[in-house]
């Protein structure tokens, strides 16, 4: 039998000594931050950013009792306007994102490829096309720029510092691709949370 979100939450919250996280609220939840460093990390300088245009975390780390399970791993390029720009153009369709994402000291995910090719958005898209009226009908749903994880997920426990190491490659050549001048990696991690709650915690 597959475990659930919750089930596999609670395990390793069990595993950790947790006793009170399974008395806590739970629902999706997402986590995001952009390497302005050009560092090839995301989410260590989070504490320095504190604006919602590139984080929503204050550091990456969670308070007593608040977990996330990661479920999908999604990234994006953000320009200096702080618009989503599309990968593929700035990078070429023959670039790669390899990355790893660290919890604690360890490397719960090691040189996971994410490729350019594709739409410019983070989670999905819909691709139009000009109907026979004229007027744009949906013609596909296209996920692009991420890595799913339902039904297996990693979790991010309490008061643990983690991050994402990428690099940029070229497929054909193998060759490092620099950052371009002007934009960078943004990153969302994106889940089932676990969140402070008052009505059991106070």
């Known amino acids: 039998m597959a475990l659930s979100a919750q089930d596999k939450i609670l395990y390793v919250a069990n595993k950790l000594g947790l006793s009170s996280l399974g ?3 739970g629902s999706t939840g997402a986590v995001y931050d952009v390497d302005t460093d050009l560092s ?39 320009n200096e306007a702080g618009s989503v720009v599309n990968f593929q153009t700035i ?27 594709g739409s410019p958005f983070t989670f999905a898209n819909t691709a139009n096309f000009t109907g026979i009226n004229g007027e744009a009908e949906l013609q596909s749903f296209l996920p692009r720029h991420q890595t799913f994880m339902e039904g297996a997920g990693v979790l991010i426990p309490p008061q643990v510092q983690w ?10 050549t193998g060759a490092t691709i620099a950052p371009t001048d002007g934009t960078a990696v943004g990153c ?6 676990v969140l402070l709650n008052f009505n059991t915690s106070i």
Do not use: C
């Open 23 to 25: 008395q806590m609220q």
């Open 40 to 78: 090839g990390q995301i989410f260590t300088s989070a504490s320095r950013h504190q604006n919602p245009g590139i984080t929503n975390l204050t550091q990456n780390e969670f308070e007593v009792n608040e977990a996330l399970l990661v479920e999908n791993i999604a990234f994006y390029v953000r």
């Open 91 to 117: 990078y070429g369709s023959n670039a790669v994102i390899v990355y790893d994402l660290i919890i604690g000291n360890k490397r719960v995910m090691k040189d996971t490829p994410v490729f350019a090719a």
């Open 163 to 172: 991050y994402v190491d990428y690099r940029i490659f070229n497929v054909v």
């Open 188 to 193: 969302y991690l994106f889940g089932t949370r």
